[in-house]
T-cell receptor, first 113, second 111 residues
Framework: DVKVTQSSRYLVKRTGEKVFLECVQDMDHENMFWYRQDPGLGLRLIYFSYDVKMKEKGDIPEGYSVSREKKERFSLILESASTNQTSMYLC????????????FGPGTRLTVL | GNSVTQMEGPVTLSEEAFLTINCTYTATGYPSLFWYVQYPGEGLQLLLKATKADDKGSNKGFEATYRKETTSFHLEKGSVQVSDSAVYFCALNTGFQKLVFGTGTRLLVSP
């Protein structure tokens, strides 16, 4: 079974802190994604990566950065957390073809106080 | 631009009732279409997909048909169970693996 794991299920941070969310997949997938999920807005793509050290902006990249130093790991960084970044963050990976499904991790619920 | 519109929830049904969750889309080109399900406390998982017009995706008793003429991909199940209670997301993929999601529809099934 494909497994996508995220470093924390719940996280509480203070405004201005630097926050790292880690995601690891064990199926040698080419593509990895970070989404945020908010009520009434569905899932919105923050960043994605189709190869090591490659990254592309999604629909809402402002306030976020990413790092992909190894194929299996994709990190989401909040340089200076703000309260409007309180959300559920979902990581996903996929093999590479257009019709492939994406495999999701369980999510990290981040609260910024 | 590309977008997905789903019916607003929650959808509340009794066990064994018929389910329809509407999904329509706007896209350039020929998107692949997906239904994902999110059970409480979990991430999303693929329920079914269709990659071209008139394809029917099916899984676990759920079905959806890719209708290009009406730009729709409605999810149906003949007899829902309490265990089907979850949030359902319709999504499309127009290329390079980027998915565009609808806002999700919560389904509540009571015994």
């Amino acid at each position: 079974d494909v497994k996508v794991t995220q470093s924390s299920r719940y996280l509480v941070k203070r405004t201005g802190e630097k926050v790292f969310l880690e995601c690891v997949q064990d199926m040698d997938h080419e593509n990895m994604f970070w989404y945020r999920q908010d009520p009434g807005l569905g899932l919105r793509l923050i960043y994605f990566s189709y190869d090591v050290k490659m990254k592309e902006k999604g629909d809402i990249p402002e306030g976020y950065s990413v790092s992909r130093e190894k194929k299996e790991r994709f990190s989401l960084i909040l340089e200076s957390a703000s309260t409007n970044q309180t959300s559920m963050y979902l990581c996903a990976s996929s093999p590479g073809r257009r019709t492939d499904e994406q495999f999701f991790g369980p999510g990290t619920r981040l609260t910024v106080l | 631009g590309n977008s997905v519109t789903q019916m607003e929830g929650p959808v509340t049904l009794s066990e064994e009732a018929f389910l329809t969750i509407n999904c329509t889309y706007t896209a350039t080109g020929y998107p692949s279409l997906f239904w994902y399900v999110q059970y409480p406390g979990e991430g999303l998982q693929l329920l079914l997909k269709a990659t071209k017009a008139d394809d029917k995706g099916s899984n676990k008793g759920f079905e959806a048909t890719y209708r290009k003429e009406t730009t729709s991909f409605h999810l149906e199940k003949g007899s829902v169970q309490v265990s089907d209670s979850a949030v359902y997301f319709c999504a499309l993929n127009t290329g390079f693996q980027k998915l565009v999601f609808g806002t999700g529809t919560r389904l509540l099934v009571s015994p």
